[in-house]
């Protein structure tokens, strides 16, 4: 991922600062703006679905101090926390284990991690370094958690 990825003009910046706070604005300017999105996590993170902002089957909202709304849950705003909702590639640097838990809570109250956003189905496998990286560690213990090994043997070669 380039820096040009992650790079949000400094008017969006601020004018997005004054609407969700300073620290969400890095993060939420990409999809007010339609800035470039290749770093952008729509499939474990939130999405914009025409005006609104989702993840898995719920409506994401923003205050104006950057703390996350999701069900009427509030979730303080951390850089942590963002990274984990916005990004595929995640600075871990940010992140701490109280933002994985909320995380964690968050994917689960939305059914974010799983097939179609439906509640009781299979968790969503991907490929991405997110999943491999956090997805799968999240959801350990899981039915999902035995396919998973499944697909990563490999296969026996007969000679």
């Known amino acids: 991922m380039s820096a040009d990825d992650l790079r949000v003009e400094p008017h969006l910046l601020d004018y997005g600062a004054m609407n969700v706070g300073a620290l969400a604005s890095p993060y939420v300017s990409f999809y007010l703006y339609e800035c470039k999105k290749r770093s952008l996590d729509i499939d474990y993170g939130i999405r914009r679905d025409g005006d609104r902002f989702m993840i898995g089957d719920s409506r994401v909202g923003v205050d104006s101090d ?87 043997r490999e296969w026996i070669t007969y000679k």
Do not use: C, W
């Open 66 to 152: 950057g703390n996350i709304h999701i069900k009427n849950v509030q979730f303080p705003a951390t850089k942590g926390l963002s990274e984990l909702l916005t990004r595929k590639r995640v600075d871990k640097e940010s992140v701490t284990t109280v933002d994985l838990k909320q995380y964690k809570t968050i994917l689960e109250m939305a059914n974010a991690h799983l097939e179609g956003y439906e509640p009781h189905a299979n968790i969503r496998i991907s490929k991405g370094l997110k999943y491999k990286e956090i997805i799968s560690t999240l959801s350990s213990g899981t039915r999902q958690s035995g396919v998973e090994a499944a697909l990563r």
